[in-house]
């Protein structure tokens, strides 16, 4: 009986919520977490609507989450409050990423929240090496502006130094030889995506699944305008048509028409016009939802949540990384997890 009255005034607060009524909020989530302080739900929902407003009030509802379950550690809650208190320059942060990586290593920016905190913290190897592991757990993101951020740019050739390791150690775990040649893939691709001559074309290709050979082919071998492009693949084309024409293309929303006039004229090659960080206007900022939280936790009429970290969206490649890049989770978390038995460092605190 509690917890069907607890559900009534979550849905109560849910409403309130969507029609913008913070105080009528408040009051039927406290109605709700006082019916049933058992399920952590209700105040993990409560961070997540608060992430703009009140950071202090939703740090003190995912400790409470944390607190209410400790035989089942909540992924949300660990997750996102080692975001808030990296926000807030707290160092607790990085032993926080170390247990959320440790729960959920295919987490979008896990590890980079890891080497953020780690950095803040002083001990830049250790940045060094959780940067790593998000660019071989995450590939695509080595597409986007925050490598060339003075922090990091300034450490890649570091960082690269531990992509090579991290590989190593990744490669005697995998046990798939399918795994094994993607791994290899995908090291030659982040080195050729960021440093020019680091790996030559052919190399990468003869890694590369034969979904992506043609498409790395046109980007390393176009150098004037048009030359070596391919007719396949609509949202490829359309870089292709922008670079053979020298002009934004009649499908390119309008607001990315002068950057998109800025980088074609500034790219010397196909490839430098597609690997260029994006500029502001060929970016966006986004909040990862968590469609499928609220059936796990038993609340499938609750409306989705969203974690706190914002991340950055590169508008210009995102319809056309799926070619070349593994998705996120491509390496099997119990790999990550034997890797971090292994090693022992994200879980050392």
């Keep these: 009986v509690r917890d069907l009255a607890a559900r009534a005034a979550f849905a109560d607060a849910a409403s309130a919520h969507d029609a913008g009524r913070s105080e009528e909020v408040q009051r039927a989530l406290s109605d709700a977490i006082r019916r049933a302080p058992w399920d952590r739900f209700y105040h993990e929902a409560a961070a997540a609507w608060s992430w703009n407003t009140q950071a202090e009030s939703a740090t003190a509802h995912l400790r409470v989450a944390l607190e209410t379950s400790p035989a089942w550690p909540s992924e949300f809650a660990t997750y996102n409050l080692a975001w808030l208190e990296l926000a807030r320059g707290s160092p607790e942060a990085s032993s926080l990423f170390a247990r959320a990586a440790r729960l959920a290593p295919h987490r979008t920016g896990v590890f980079l929240g890891r080497g953020l905190a780690l950095a803040a913290a002083g001990d830049q190897a250790g940045a060094d090496d959780a940067f790593a592991h998000q660019i071989l757990a995450d590939p695509r993101v080595v597409t986007l502006s925050i490598w060339d951020q003075p922090g990091l740019s300034s450490r890649w050739s570091e960082i690269r130094g531990r992509i090579r390791v991290v590989a190593t150690e990744l490669n005697r775990l995998l046990t798939d030889d399918n795994e094994r040649q993607r791994l290899r893939y995908v090291e030659a691709l982040t080195l050729w995506w960021r440093e020019p001559g680091s790996v030559a074309l052919a190399d990468l290709i003869a890694l590369a699944p034969a979904s992506a050979r043609e498409q790395l082919h046109a980007i390393g ?12 693949g609509a949202a490829w084309s ?4 922008a670079w053979a024409s020298g002009q934004p293309t009649a499908e390119m929303p309008p607001a990315w028409h002068e950057a998109v006039r800025q980088r074609l ?25 968590r469609g499928g939280y609220r059936i796990v936790m038993r609340h499938p009429a609750s409306p989705d949540i969203f974690d706190y970290p914002v991340f950055e969206e590169n508008l210009l490649l995102a319809p056309h990384l799926n070619a070349l890049f593994p998705a996120r989770g491509w390496i099997p978390g119990a790999v990550w997890r034997a890797l971090d038995d292994a090693k022992g460092e994200w879980s050392k605190q």
């Excluded at 071998?221 to 396949?232: D, K, N, Y």
């Excluded at 359309?238 to 048509?241: I, M, N």
């Design 221 to 232: 071998t176009a150098r004037a305008a048009g030359e070596g492009l391919w007719q396949g």
């Design 238 to 241: 359309a870089l292709g048509d």
């Design 265 to 289: 004229d500034e790219a010397r090659n196909f490839r430098e016009f597609v690997t260029m960080p994006p500029s502001d206007a060929l970016r966006r900022g986004y909040r990862v939802g």
